[in-house]
């Protein structure tokens, strides 16, 4: 096929050549018609041609681009300068006068700064150690009693005339016979429960005023409550509590998802999933917005090989009528196992599980009940269920027992019971009032 283009070449024949042209009257031409060689025509030669096409061309390409651009950056917004932070292009000579790219990096670090929104919160998270007795298997086939140390978090919610009030989680002061909080600036008191929640697991722990020295009041605070409602999955957030008993310590992460379910025993709350570092000991410490607002509070986290991130926080707007709850009781410390009050009755668990297979309600099913004692005389009979003990929620036999252990015999308890039909297949809500016996010796 012929080539479309039209290259100059030298080496062709070009009649129009001026090197080569010779007067066609002095070679035996015709010559003009005055008998005169004819004129010479100058004729602008074909490189020079080309040369002027190619700068016209690239005149009105230029235009024409500088033209476009100017249009699209009006219209379209695109005339902005580019400026890159990772790397940029630049060029170097060589000693061949060939020209290298070479890439020159900047360094840029993007820091999330939350030191600020720790040091407002901090005076406001608590460590709590729990000194329990617990039953254990003895080398020689029994049992014995053995002293237990585990330790928690809290976070100061608010105070009365009398009183500093702690929020945690009822697994950190379940079974404890001595409460330690450790506050922002080291100093530590004792503390007693005033009221707790298993099937929320949470627990309202009270500090007496007059134990706490002036320094100490100086060095903490009561948290900011936030809105757990508004919560979005991706959001940044702040944990803060007492990881391994090592002392208050800092993790960051997001809101990994929202609403989450946990298969625990006894436990009935939806919760907040982060991938902040939840581990042991934080456990009733305080999930933070950026706001440096409390939204929630660390409760568990997935320990298994094949997991990683996945920690766990109540919200803290589910919790707040609960909190509030506890708050308003009032504040009773254990009394001597001879003064404890009896209800005088035999019952067993019926777990979540059993509930929901039985189609009942989740508490202590009252298996018997022994004649004339506290319980015969308020009223509760066999195959009721307790569900609520001087306004605690009861899920289990130890969940009563353990409340029990605050009330001396001759005192009153309001008890919630859920009272079965003839046919035992509904039951019926009643609140009645307890006056707690002697145990039988």
Known sequence: MDNQYNYYDPNKEDKNNIFDEQPQGMNGGQPGMNGQPPKKHHKCPRWAKLAGSAVAFGVIASCTFMGVNAVAGKYFGTNTTQQTSNSKATTSKNSDSSSTLKLSQSSSTVTSDVSDIVNSAMPSVVAITNMSVQEVQSYFGGTQQQESTSCGSGIIIGKNDSELLIVTNNHVVEGAETLTVSFANETSVEASIKGTDSSKD???????????????????????????????????????GNALGYGQSVTTGIVSALDR?????????????????????????????????????????????????MGYAIPISDATSVIENLMNRETRTKVDESEQGFLGIEGYDVTSEKAEMYSIPTGVFVRSVEDGSAADKAGITAECIITKFDGITIDSMSTLQSQMQYFKAGDKVEVVIEVPNKSGTKYEEKTVTVTLGERSK
């Open 202 to 240: 949470l627990a309202v722990v009270a500090v007496p005023l007059d134990s706490i020295d002036d320094d100490t009041m100086n060095a903490i605070s009561i948290i900011t409550l936030g809105d757990s409602d508004q919560l979005q999955v991706g959001e940044p957030v702040i944990a803060i």
């Open 261 to 309: 379910n946990l298969d625990m025993e006894g436990f009935d709350s939806k919760l907040i999933q982060t991938d902040a570092a939840i581990n042991p000991g934080n456990s009733g410490g305080a999930l933070l917005n950026a706001n440096g607002e409390l939204i929630g509070i660390n409760t568990a986290k997935v320990n298994a090989n094949a997991v990683e991130g």
